[in-house]
Nanobody
Framework: QVQLVESGGGLVQPGGSLRLSCAAS????????IGWFRQAPGKEREGVSC????????YYADFVKGRFTIFTDIAKNTVYLQMNNLKPEDTAVYYC????????????????????????WGQGTRVTVSS
């Protein structure tokens, strides 16, 4: 069974850190674009960061640049999102998604290459940033 399982969410104070994990089963991250997306209450889902398992290239949304880092552990078939200096506006459910990479990485983070109709999605993990 092909699936992605996220973990690592929780409650953290502003300025704190969390590391999210996305573990794949039933397939391996060979030539995949893997992305983290988030959806805050009352808002549309947005791309946060993506990584290419082919060449390790990364993409970050402007609102997380310098604070979040995406990286992979191929041996564990897992993608991570290290989130530092968290802000209340980072509060959301974070989703991991993956698809075979056939286009530029930003295409997947923009919601076209990875969407409700394309790619494998996890169930989400909730991040709450609050004092």
């Amino acid at each position: 069974q092909v699936q992605l399982v996220e973990s690592g969410g929780g409650l953290v104070q502003p300025g704190g850190s969390l590391r999210l994990s996305c573990a794949a089963s039933g397939f391996t991250f060979d030539y995949y674009a893997i992305g983290w997306f988030r959806q805050a209450p009352g808002k549309e889902r947005e791309g946060v960061s993506c990584i290419s398992s082919n060449d390790g290239s990364t993409y970050y949304a402007d609102f997380v640049k310098g604070r979040f880092t995406i990286f992979t552990d191929i041996a564990k078939n897992t993608v991570y999102l290290q989130m530092n200096n968290l802000k209340p506006e980072d509060t959301a459910v974070y989703y991991c998604a993956a698809a075979r990479q056939l286009a530029a990485l930003h295409y997947y983070c923009s919601g076209y290459g990875l969407s409700d109709h394309h790619g494998t999605w996890g169930q989400g993990t909730r991040v709450t940033v609050s004092s």
